[in-house]
């Protein structure tokens, strides 16, 4: 077995759903998505995500060391608690339990010591999650993960429906970088017809305008 597969195989028996190796190469193509969505003005008052889209396609800029990233993905289904009452409001999946960030990051941490033992040798990462400036789903949708939903979330093999947080491990490790996820939504649009302020736009993406996540948080 190659070092790749036993960190894949490893990366399973920690929990996370889906392992793809990943190349810390500029997203170009991503790029120009990206900035066609911020000139619509869907991004809203988010001005964090309009400074530096450059900054934001370049892996590579998040940690210099770096030579590969391992991309997890982590199901957050769970059975939303009942509402106790008329006067509480419910919460969203991702945020029951635990804060997902530290649980997550530290689970990234035990990942790459358990690769320290397969390699043989100490190897410096960095582990990232939803909070860092990376376009996450474009590096997911790059390299297999899955393929990018006209909701914008992650679709692919072995992830529980949308419900993923997806998360990083960059390391030094010199590792070959997976494939695109060969998928699409076809015709389907039910997330957008679902969806009750209108705020999923065919073939664009989220307009966080309309959100009601935005608009709450």
Not at 56 to 79: F, H, K, W
Not at 161 to 179: M, Q, R
Not at 186 to 202: L, M, N, Q, S
Request: with cysteine; aromatic share 10%; hydrophobic share 40%.
């Amino acid at each position: 077995m190659s070092l790749k597969e036993a960190i894949k195989e490893t990366a399973l028996a920690l929990g996370f759903q889906r392992t793809v190796i990943a190349s810390l190469e500029p997203m170009e193509a991503e790029r120009q998505e990206y900035e066609r969505w911020l000139a619509l003005g869907y991004a809203a008052g988010m001005e964090y995500l309009k400074r530096n889209p450059h900054f934001r396609t370049s892996p590579q800029l998040l940690y210099p060391s770096g030579r590969s990233a391992i991309v997890v993905s982590v199901s957050y289904y769970s059975e939303v608690p009942p509402v106790p009452g008329p006067f509480f409001g419910r919460v969203a999946r991702y945020a029951v339990g635990l804060d997902y960030h530290v649980v997550i990051r530290a689970k990234l941490r035990e990942l790459n010591e358990r690769i320290e033992k397969l390699a043989g040798q100490k190897i410096m990462a960095k582990a990232f999650t939803d909070d860092v400036s990376l376009f996450e789903q474009g590096l997911a949708a790059r390299h297999g993960l899955g393929f990018a939903g006209r909701h914008t979330l992650i679709i692919g093999p072995q992830l529980l429906g949308t419900y993923n947080f997806v998360a990083e491990l960059i390391t030094e490790l010199e590792l070959e970088a997976d494939e695109p996820y060969q998928g699409t939504c076809g015709k389907c649009f039910r997330c957008g017809e679902a969806c009750p302020t209108d705020a999923i736009v065919y073939g664009v993406g989220v307009d966080a305008n309309k959100c009601i996540s935005y608009l709450t948080i």
